[in-house]
């Protein structure tokens, strides 16, 4: 079945770096992807998205990668803040007809240090 | 905009209780979703509707029960509740169509826990 995965559970990084979250998915036919941002006691934010007929779409601060070839999407973010600290989650929808479900991934959980 | 609301923001049940999750959007979307969400892992999809009238199952749909007489209401009802059911609920909306009508929004959540 269709699977969403992250490389990553955790990453801690200290302000003012650069952060890079990575995630996998295993259905090819997937034509659309989408960033979360989660803060405790909240529900999912939505950052970036991403089609599959692009291989790259900034926003502020944020840039999400999408590699077909491999499977792989990856979120960065620049200039990394306290108050980015959350739980990220990407999403991807489309194919098998799947209509507009989103698949899920366990998450990563990003520290911003001070 | 209110966005999407959700209540009660927090509820404790006894084992075969039951329960309505309330979810209500005022953004005019076709499209609203249920989700659970245990700890440490992403959101499974219970239940969604594509408009008025109509729902359909999601991924893990057993033990749930959903309406949607309105465009801006879809409550999740729990006819028993059990343990495996507490979880954190988190209702979200979308307009459906192709492109930025993809995008889900969320609501705050409702935690639940089931003693």
């Known amino acids: 079945g269709e699977s969403v995965g992250l490389h990553l559970p955790t990453l801690s990084v200290q302000e003012g770096d650069n952060s890079i979250i990575n995630c996998a998915y295993s259905?090819?036919?997937?034509?659309?992807f989408i960033w979360y941002k989660q803060e405790s006691g909240k529900g999912p934010q939505f950052i970036i998205d991403?089609?599959?007929?692009?291989d790259k779409r900034q926003g502020q601060r944020v840039t999400v990668l999408l590699n077909k070839t491999v499977k792989h999407l990856s979120l960065q973010i620049a200039a990394t803040q306290p108050g980015d600290s959350a739980v990220y989650f990407c999403a991807s929808m489309g194919g098998g007809g799947s209509n507009y479900k989103l698949t899920f991934g366990k998450g990563t959980l990003l520290t911003v240090n001070p | 905009n209110a966005g999407v609301t959700q209540t009660p923001k927090f509820r404790i049940l006894k084992i075969g209780q039951s329960m309505t999750l309330q979810c209500t959007q005022d953004m005019n979307h076709n499209y609203m979703y249920w989700y659970r969400q245990d700890p440490g892992m992403g959101l499974k999809l219970i239940y969604y509707?594509?408009?008025?009238?109509?729902?359909d199952k999601g991924e893990v749909p057993n033990g749930y029960n959903v309406s949607r007489s309105t465009t801006e209401d879809f409550p999740l009802r729990l006819e028993l509740a059990a343990p495996s059911q507490t979880s954190v609920y988190f209702c979200a909306s979308s307009f459906g169509t192709s492109g930025a009508g993809e995008t889900q929004y969320f609501g705050p959540g409702t935690r639940l826990l089931v003693l």
């Open positions: 259905n090819s036919a997937s034509d659309y």
């Open positions: 509707s594509v408009g008025a009238g109509i729902t």
């Open positions: 991403i089609r599959s007929n692009m």
